[in-house]
T-cell receptor, first 112, second 114 residues
């Protein structure tokens, strides 16, 4: 089946630093989404991308849909302690009825 | 009240026991999903349902069964729990015709099988 490879698996950064994480796939996706999971909660949608090359921002977060449609990245600028959590990329599997395929997650730790 | 409610939030059970995890939603979405989360493996799909009469296996359905009792309710059962089913389980809903088509997740059920 389709798989997403997300990297890095974990990051330990200092408050104020910028963060970058990415997701690659062996298959083409028509939609990429990025979720954040706070400790003890379910994932919450951050950003959705619908077109190859699209660059979308949500506050300090910026995500891009790769031109090849096989990758996406998420940047977080000027990190703060509440950015701590697990970030997941997801691609929409249109051949499978539109369900989402998730990456393995990037666990972010921010030192104040 | 939360849009997607999972019960229980935490459960410890013994090997061989049957256990049911419940999910209810107030979103009015037709599509519902069960995922399990394991460290380093992300979210893996167990079962999904596109409407009350349409239930499908996901990538890791062995050892699990589901029941879609109504549009709003989708329960996951472990017929005979085993220790490697210890994980965090999430229910989610979606409506592809609305907004981003992304999923709304519940807060999860942490299951420990001893």
């Amino acid at each position: 089946g389709q798989q997403l490879n997300q990297s890095p698996q974990s990051m330990f950064i200092q408050e104020g630093e910028d963060v970058s994480m990415n997701c690659t796939s062996s298959s083409i996706f028509n939609t990429w989404l990025w979720y954040k999971q706070d400790p003890g909660e379910g994932p919450v949608l951050l950003i959705a991308l619908y077109k190859a090359g699209e660059l979308t921002s949500n506050g300090r977060l910026t995500a891009q849909f790769g031109i090849t449609r096989k990758d996406s990245f998420l940047n977080i600028s000027a990190s703060i302690p509440s950015d701590v959590g697990i970030y997941f990329c997801a691609g929409r599997d249109y051949l499978g009825g539109g369900k989402l395929i998730f990456g393995q997650g990037t666990e972010l730790s921010v030192k104040p | 009240d939360a849009d997607v409610t999972q019960t229980p939030r935490n459960r410890i059970t013994k090997t061989g026991k049957r256990i049911m995890l419940e999910c209810s939603q107030t979103k009015g979405h037709d599509r519902m999903y069960w995922y399990r989360q394991d460290p380093g493996l992300g979210l893996r799909l167990i079962y999904y349902s596109f409407d009350v009469k349409d239930i499908n296996k996901g990538e890791i359905s062995d050892g699990y069964s589901v029941s879609r009792q109504a549009q709003a309710k989708f329960s996951l059962s472990l017929e005979s729990a085993i220790p490697n089913q210890t994980a965090l389980y999430f229910c989610a809903t979606s409506d592809p015709s609305l907004g981003t088509g992304g999923y709304t997740f519940g807060s999860g059920t942490r299951l420990t099988v001893v």
